[in-house]
């Protein structure tokens, strides 16, 4: 086991890994839609929807891997109303189609509307 770390990618926001190599998997956590230096991007839940994309390729990239070995994502949304816009960006990012979760949660950290976590192979 040995984790990821991206210079692209949003850093983390505790004591946690970007990503962590396991058994030729590649778990990546939680990213929320924040530049390589930390800072929130603001913008529709589409341009909030990318950045998490980006950090999430990012982290892939570091790992020797790419989008297209995804197999599994969560998506998670403080609201519901953001799923359609949410949608439109991530069939553009996810155009394999991996398994996938969208929940509703009461609140992300940082105050962020969404937040992308998947499991990649190497």
């Known amino acids: 086991m040995s984790s990821v770390t991206a210079k ?11 990503a962590i190599r ?3 998997q590649i778990f990546v956590s939680g990213q929320i839609p924040a530049d ?8 529709s839940i589409g341009e909030l929807t990318q950045a998490c994309c980006n950090n999430i390729q990012a982290i892939l990239t570091a790992a020797g891997s790419e989008v297209s ?7 998670f949304l403080t609201d519901m109303a953001n799923f359609a816009e949410m ?5 553009k990012f996810f ?3 991996p398994a ?11 105050g ?3 937040e992308i976590e998947c499991i990649a192979l190497e």
């Open 112 to 114: 962020v509307l969404v």
């Open 22 to 24: 396991a058994n030729g």
């Open 36 to 43: 390589s230096t930390g800072a929130l991007v603001t913008g």
């Open 69 to 75: 070995k995804i197999v599994k994502v969560n998506v």
């Open 95 to 97: 155009v394999h189609k």
């Open 8 to 18: 692209d990618a949003c850093p983390p926001a505790g004591p946690y890994s970007q």
């Open 100 to 110: 996938r979760s969208c929940v509703a949660v009461h609140q992300l950290p940082k």
């Open 87 to 91: 949608n439109a960006t991530y069939e």
